[in-house]
């Protein structure tokens, strides 16, 4: 089977990522974990339905880590990388120093020589940029406190490589045949660090000065797959290049994507490439679930573990002190240390080419193979555990001082969730002189208000306490307008529970999340899109050359009456003739917008016309003088006026 | 149905009218009397034209009460007006389907009572310058009745106010009694 074509091979990776982070993904553990399992499956000591040649192919792969680090450079600007040059040179730096030097310490008490020891302290202290990224940025974790150090870290990590593959040969303690290296380091040091330099400043003036000409005559072709392939092209060949000279080429394309981040380009290169980074990564996952050597795990499965456990609770140790350190609250530092606490894919590389130098032997490098693997493959789980076991009971209890202390807790408003979609409900209520209270769980988004003179309060809305402490005992109405269902049905139980006199207004993202919140308690749940499409719908009419007031009686219409269908659904929602009813409901909404009585016909002015009640029904001579008057009513006007 | 009576409200700050306040208070036991708050219901105006009709058919004595904002109504009762008095249900064919009811204002003016005379400085009496709903009602065949006003309603005391708001409630009761207004519930009860 393992020599069947690629296109078989592609078949079952294929399948297997479907199958895999489908069901991950319905059970709620996230894609990575889906690839991860899905490749251990049709590995060789499972399924064996992909053979040894994993090596190959997640070589191949690790182009999709560089694809990602080139979108996540597109996404930074320039100044946006050196406001990090504290997070990346400090904590990154010290990360790596100190656990490279526990370990190495670790080592040493097995009685290895200590460059051995240097060697794998080093290659062990290095993390897995990819799996922490994918893993954060599913989970919307990035752009927190956490996810922001996270990267940098792994941004560090990714350059502390350079000068680990210069160092590596220096430490060899065994006999080699032939010195293999990467790159050209036959080269005297300043000239390879010539030629680094070199190649670096290529990339960044050809970057600044010459993609863009570049791409502005490839879009002119308006041929979208060449563009697409041109993207393509100048990812592969910052790869190649900095292959060449044995660099990190996630580094190098992070560094491209970083100089093109402020191009107008931006959008075409990210919306081109991130397809074949996604499948890419999805690859990379399933060959490092498949490259686990279960028959080693099998000869010694305890000392594996025990090695693994070692490796994580070692780097766990270093990262929470060091977040602790560096100023990050407990919960954040939990993430942040939990996100980080395995070994990386650049363990495999520098493995390999460490048992080239005759710097490790081969038994010890397979065996931490495996102990990367796993803990790399346990990462995803470790997030999942430390979100949902540990960062509650961390919130609960006595952690409470985490929390901003809420100081003007006698308001009559809470508003959990102060993003763009608190911010207006609250910016209305305050200009009608109502207090409100502002929780918020996102440390940037307080740092950005605060700017702006609002103090929101940092704290977990699904926690009983922190909405005590924001005066839910004495607040009247509570409005949940945080984007997540899950936490909204959370505060809507945990209110309807502990504060059944606050009134509830809820945000929900669609159909299905405003039945769920009504049936939880809310009082009032509304749609997060409706009211902007209906405003747009109404805008769009006008585009369309209707007057406004007939567009706006429209869109009115399709608000009442959608409105009305949700209230009077909400009953059936769940029962099978939901669906039939639903769709009886929107039919008639079509019919009802069509026929709206005031723009259907136009007004038969009834006064004009000199046909009353009396005459209808056959008339009385009071009418007919009635009628005179109302023939001549301008000089009736005008008489009264004069 | 039990009410006989529709009181359709129409004050877009009705939470600081103490006269109509004062008034919807007074009336607030009569059990035959239903209250329809238009800017409540309506606050963006759409009206919902089936439920009003429906509410019109089923009372006989139709009371707005509102206050004389520029000599009439303000501007809900208008639009209302326009929507729901249709053609092919107030008037024109197949309309006509309010006739032998009854109209009735119930206003609250900020002037005194002389001002709405010919040397006043309003000019016209309160019946002149409601002549327009006057003509509505009886182009659609209901009858008007005398209009209700309470003049000076923000400047006298509050003690006057509620006793103007319980000339309001008397002069409804006598109209329901003798409007014979209830002749057709007897009849279906007796039926």
Known sequence: ?642 | MTTRVLLNLVHPIFEKSWANQAMLEAIQDLSYVHVNDLYEEYPDFFIDIQREQKLLLDHSLIIFQHPFYWYSSPSLLKEWQDLVLAEGFAYGEGGYQLAGRYWLNAITAGAAKESYTPHGFNHFSTTELLRPFEQTADFCGMKFVEPFVMYEAETISHRAVEKEAQRYRDYIESLAHSLDLFSDINEEEAS
């Not at chain 1, 573990?305 to 490796?311: A, G, K, R, S, W």
């Not at chain 1, 102990?371 to 990462?379: G, P, Q, R, W």
């Not at chain 1, 940092?458 to 005066?471: F, H, I, K, Q």
């Open chain 1, 1 to 642: 089977m393992e020599e069947a074509g690629f296109l078989y091979q592609a078949f079952v990776f294929l399948a297997a990522a479907v199958v895999g982070v489908s069901i991950a993904k319905h059970v709620g553990l996230g894609s990575v974990l889906g690839y991860l399992i899905a490749g251990m499956i049709i590995g060789p000591f499972a399924l064996g339905l992909v053979g040894h040649d994993v090596d190959d192919i997640m070589h191949f792969a690790e182009f999709g880590v560089v694809m990602m680090l080139f979108l996540i450079g597109l996404e930074l600007q320039p100044k946006k990388l050196w406001n990090m040059r504290m997070p990346i040179l400090g904590l990154g730096g010290l990360q790596v120093l100190i656990t490279t030097l526990l370990l190495m310490l670790l080592s040493l008490a097995f009685e290895m020589h200590w460059k051995m020891a240097l060697a794998i302290g080093m290659i062990l202290a290095l993390s897995s940029t990819a799996i922490v990224l994918q893993t954060l940025s599913e989970k919307d974790l990035l752009r927190t406190d956490a996810g922001k150090s996270a990267f940098a870290v792994l941004l560090f990590q990714d350059m502390a490589v350079i000068p680990m593959l210069t160092l590596l040969p220096l430490l060899a303690t065994l006999p080699v045949e032939t010195s293999v290296s990467v790159g050209h380091t036959e080269l005297e040091a300043w000239q390879q660090a010539a030629l680094v330099f070199a190649v670096i400043s290529g990339i960044i003036l050809i970057g600044r000065y010459l993609i863009r000409p570049l791409f502005n005559w490839i879009a002119r072709t308006g041929l979208r797959e060449i563009f697409i392939a041109t993207s393509l092209l100048l990812v592969l060949s910052i790869t190649i290049a900095m292959e060449k000279i044995g660099l990190s080429p996630a580094l190098g394309a992070f560094l491209a994507g970083v100089v093109l981040a402020e191009s107008e380009y931006r959008h075409e290169l990210e919306v081109g490439l991130v397809t074949f980074k996604s499948l890419l990564l999805g690859l990379f996952f399933i060959t490092v679930g498949a490259s686990i050597n279960f028959e080693i795990l099998m000869q010694s499965p305890w000392v594996i573990l025990l090695l693994m456990t070692t490796l994580i609770v070692i780097k766990l140790i270093v990262l929470m002190l060091l977040a602790k350190q560096f100023k990050m609250s407990l919960i954040e530092n939990f993430v942040f240390s939990f996100a980080l606490a395995q070994g990386g894919e650049f363990a495999f590389v520098l493995f390999i080419f460490a048992v080239q130098n005759g710097v490790l032997t081969e038994e010890i490098v397979s065996l931490l193979t495996v102990v990367v693997a796993l803990s790399m493959a346990l990462t995803p789980v470790l997030l999942i555990i430390c979100q949902k076991i540990i960062v509650p009971k961390l919130s609960f209890g006595k952690e409470r001082r985490e929390f901003d202390n809420v100081d003007d807790g006698d308001t009559p408003v809470i508003v959990a969730g102060y993003g763009r979609f608190g911010q207006i409900v609250s910016r209305i209520l305050r200009s009608q002189g109502f207090d409100t209270t502002l929780l918020e769980y996102d440390a940037v988004q307080i740092d950005l208000v605060k700017k702006f003179g609002t103090k929101a309060y940092y704290g977990d809305v699904t926690n009983e306490e922190v909405l005590r402490v924001a005066g839910a005992d004495v607040a009247k109405m509570i409005v949940i307008a945080v984007g997540n269902q899950e936490k909204s049905l959370k505060v809507i139980e945990l209110c309807r529970k502990h504060f059944p006199h606050l009134k509830i207004y809820s945000r929900a993202k669609g159909r299905r999340e405003a039945y769920e919140q009504k049936k939880a308690g809310a009082d009032f749940v509304m749609r997060e899109t409706l009211g902007s499409a209906v405003i747009l719908g109404r805008e769009a009419l006008m585009g369309l050359g209707y007057r406004k007031y007939q567009a706006h009686r429209t869109a009115t219409a399709f608000y009442h009456y959608d409105s009305q269908h949700l209230e009077d659904l909400a009953e059936v929602w769940g029962d099978k003739q939901y669906v039939l009813k639903a769709a009886e409901r929107a039919e008639m909404l079509e019919e009802v917008l069509k026929a709206d009585q005031r723009g259907s016909k136009v007004m038969r002015q009834a006064w004009n016309t000199p046909v009353s009640y009396e005459e209808e029904e056959g008339g009385e001579s009071v009418t007919e003088s009635n009628k005179d008057d109302k023939q001549a009513p301008d000089n009736k006007g005008s008489e009264e006026s004069s």
